[in-house]
Each structure stands twice: as C-alpha cells, then as structure tokens.
C-alpha cells in the first residue's frame, strides 16, 4: 500500500519531470528507480546505519557483506582483522538494466562485489564476455596497480552491489605488513599474463589471487559470436 507520504513524493517528481519535459524512456527509469524504493529494495543504508549503535552498526555490516568478500581468495586468506577493516569502507550502490556500471577505456578506481542481480562484460565492439549475477565480483585489478578498463559492464537486471576504492584497500594495507608483503607478491605476479588462468578459476583454487577479470579481451569470442550492445 502506497503511503500519503510517497503519494505526495511521486507527484511532486511527476511534475519536476513533466516541467522539465523529459523524454518517455527517462521517465520510465525514474519511475521504476522510485518503484524499487517504495518496494523496500532500495535503502537508504547510511541513515539505517546511522540509527544503530556502533557495535550494533559494526556487526550489522560484516554480516551483510562477509559473503562478498569470501567470494575473493585473497581476502579469504589474510584474517578477519584485515577484512573487517575492509568492511567499514564498502559502499552500496543500486544500478537498473542498462546501466553502464564500468565504461571500457575509463580509468579503473575501484572493484565491485554482486550482492544481488546479472551484469554483462561486453565491449565497445559488441563481444559479450561473459555474465557474471550474485556473489561475483569484478574490476579487480585496480587494487593490484592503475588500470584502464577493457572492457563495459552493464547492468543487465537491477543490481545491488558493493564497491570498494582501491584508494581505501591500499590506506587500510598500510596498517598490516604481513598482508601487505602477501599483496606485494600478487602485483609481482600479476605482470606475467601467464600467472593468470581463465575467469574465476582461482576462485576454484587454493591459490591466494584475485580472479583476472575481463581484460585479456583477445581470447575472446570471434565476429560471429558478437553480439551488439546497444545504448
């Protein structure tokens, strides 16, 4: 049952878009961003948080987003101490289909960890990768050392994720050597192409590594297996 306070709130960004004289297919994305919230699947997080006690908020986040994080070896391998530290700098983030959530050719800053939804790695050239849905990850290999991007992401349903900076992993690194000494090796390794095995692999392994995403994008599939992203 709608409220009278989301009433008043979907009629006043009725009339925001109609004075605006926004386009249909515009308009249909922000009705369904409103649809997903009053729907309970879009939260506001920080405030939620924010009304809890610290050890409450604490304990609250390492249970929502330990998964996320057991989904990647490397953090599987290094203490809860590292990880829980990690946790407080995970930010939530909710994209609709056709969202671009990486852009090929932009600057690599941060990785992503699905929560929930299906996202597609496609190129620029029409060349779908892969589809990667709940408890992937991908655009790793940031953290390891600056990255221009390969490849697109694209939202494919709605997707909650979580993203983390690779600005943030490497302040919270600083404060645990043994980690950092591990984490050195892993960008020694990463320089050599044929350290990496196909995508997800390692999350298969006992080897302590990231997944190498999508950026050797010369493996993949031939003309006749394109397929083209529109918009």
């Given at each position: ?8 709130e ?14 249909r ?12 919230r ?36 490397f ?8 990880t829980?530290?990690?946790i ?6 909710f ?20 929560d ?6 496609i ?40 993203s ?34 196909s ?19 010369s ?7 394109a ?5």
């Amino acid at each position: 049952m709608t409220s009278l306070t989301e009433l008043r709130e979907l009629e006043e960004i009725n009339g925001y878009m109609d004075y605006w004289r926004m386009p249909r297919k515009l308009k249909h994305r922000i009705q369904d961003y409103v649809d997903q919230r009053f729907a309970m699947k879009v939260f506001n997080e920080k405030q939620i948080l924010r009304s809890m006690s610290v050890a409450l908020r604490a304990e609250a986040m390492r249970f929502k987003c330990r998964k996320a994080l057991n989904a990647v070896p490397f953090f599987v391998s290094v203490g809860d101490d590292f990880t829980n530290d990690i946790i407080k700098f995970l930010k939530p983030e909710f994209y609709q289909p056709r969202d671009v959530i990486i852009r090929q050719g932009g600057q690599g800053t941060k990785m992503f960890f699905i929560d929930s939804g299906t996202v597609e790695v496609i190129t620029d050239e029409g060349y779908s990768i892969t589809k990667l849905s709940d408890s992937k990850y991908f655009g790793e290999r940031c953290l390891l050392h600056p990255v221009t991007r390969q490849a697109n992401v694209i939202a494919v349903t709605h997707c909650h994720v979580l993203s983390l900076l690779a600005a943030d992993f490497h302040a919270v690194l600083k404060r645990y050597p043994t980690v950092q000494q591990l984490f050195v090796e892993l960008q020694q390794e990463s320089l050599n192409p044929s350290a990496y095995q196909s995508y997800h692999q390692s999350s298969y392994s006992t080897k302590v590594t990231f997944a190498d995403d999508f950026y050797d994008t010369s493996q993949y599939p031939c003309q006749s297996e394109a397929r083209t992203h529109k918009g």
